[in-house]
């Protein structure tokens, strides 16, 4: 066990081979480079190195946090985690776990079927993908068949927003920190309005997307795209790449635009322009959001489930988990439940902005001398 960072370049090498040889591991989640970008920022990044001889079977990179509560790396902000590994590996779950000083690991988003972890697996999720593997004509008119009048509605905007701001063009992989940071803005904003935790408020988030949108290889890739209105960017969004798969990540518009529908429009513009780029796939990951229904042309299995080893430690962790991850599958199975939950959220996050806004101007018209 050793952190990402101490890996050798023979040990690096092998963990790209071992990706590559199993399709179902073509994720920039589960890149070595992702893996020591992480260690760089976070002291709690481990990876178990596997033998079978002298030769290495697999890597299982991990977060151990207090108590050896181990959780998937990235945790919260990656969609998909798992054991790096020859075909078929099978090992002792708890024995894993021993070795890496865990007594229980958690996991949401892990690779669906592991041999290891299949027996602790107790649900499976489709994750919607855009699939170019025909073509992307192929794929639009998959998109075509799922939802006609979606896509006439959306290219109708398309036009429109042209015609009515500017001639559109699409920036594909830009290397324009500038560009970036106008993208996570927009993504602030967005949790803000939707009452949700604003990840970019932690610095080493921030810090993490830099070092990933820096990361410039065939093998894994950081990912900008942009979409301009004349000379003004309305829609983006940020996500790791390997050779052939993108990963959705982080997609934001400005919201002087949204009578456009800009993320949408967006999302045809880079599906094009992936595909023209030779990607064969881009996972949008699982979740509850209408629009993956009808862009995606197939779907990935990612699984949820747990392991732990007897300890107080992993019964007080059942009980802080377990009771909340079936309340969100629940929540996230059913289109009217999740229509409701994200209407309530939207309507926390514009109270606390009208809030945030009345405290602000409270301060401005303070009376001089005031304390």
Sequence with gaps: MVRPGELGGSERVRWRELQKADPSLDNPFLSVEFAVAMDRLRDYVRVAVIHDGHAIAGFFPFERHSFGIGKPLGGFLTTCHGLISV?????????????????????????????????????VRPAPVMDFTQGFDAWLDQVKANSPKNLKTVRYKE?????????????????????????????????????????????WIVELIDLMHAEKSADFSGALTMLYAGDVPVAGHFGLRTATTL??????????????????VHHLQMAEAA????????????????????????????AEGRVSRPSATAAVHWMGR???????????????????????????????????QESANAVVKEPTGAR
């Excluded at 894993?96 to 602790?120: E, I």
């Excluded at 290397?175 to 604003?198: C, F, H, I, M, N």
């Excluded at 990963?247 to 949408?264: K, L, M, N, Q």
């Excluded at 377990?322 to 599958?329: H, I």
């Design 87 to 123: 075909p078929e590996l099978k090992i002792d779950a708890k024995g894993l776990l021993r070795a890496c000083k865990l007594s229980v690991f958690d996991f949401d988003h892990l690779v669906a079927g592991q041999p290891t972890f299949a027996p602790y697996e107790n649900d």
């Design 159 to 203: 036009r429109k927003l042209g015609r009515e701001q500017g001639g559109l063009r699409f920036a594909w992989d830009s290397p324009d920190p500038e560009e970036l940071r106008t993208l996570l803005a927009w993504k602030s904003d967005q949790y803000r309005r939707t009452g949700r935790v604003d990840r970019f408020a932690q610095p």
């Design 247 to 264: 990963v959705g990540w982080f997609p934001a518009y400005d919201t002087e635009f949204a009578r456009y529908s800009p993320g949408i």
């Design 275 to 302: 595909a023209a780029a030779g990607l064969h796939m881009v996972d949008m990951g699982k979740g509850g959001k209408e629009y993956k229904d009808w862009l995606k042309s197939g779907v990935l299995y990612v």
């Design 322 to 356: 377990t009771p909340l991850n079936k309340a969100r599958t629940i929540v996230t199975d059913r289109p009217s439940l999740y229509k409701v939950a994200d209407r309530v959220l939207k309507g926390f996050g514009r109270v606390r902005t009208s809030m945030q």
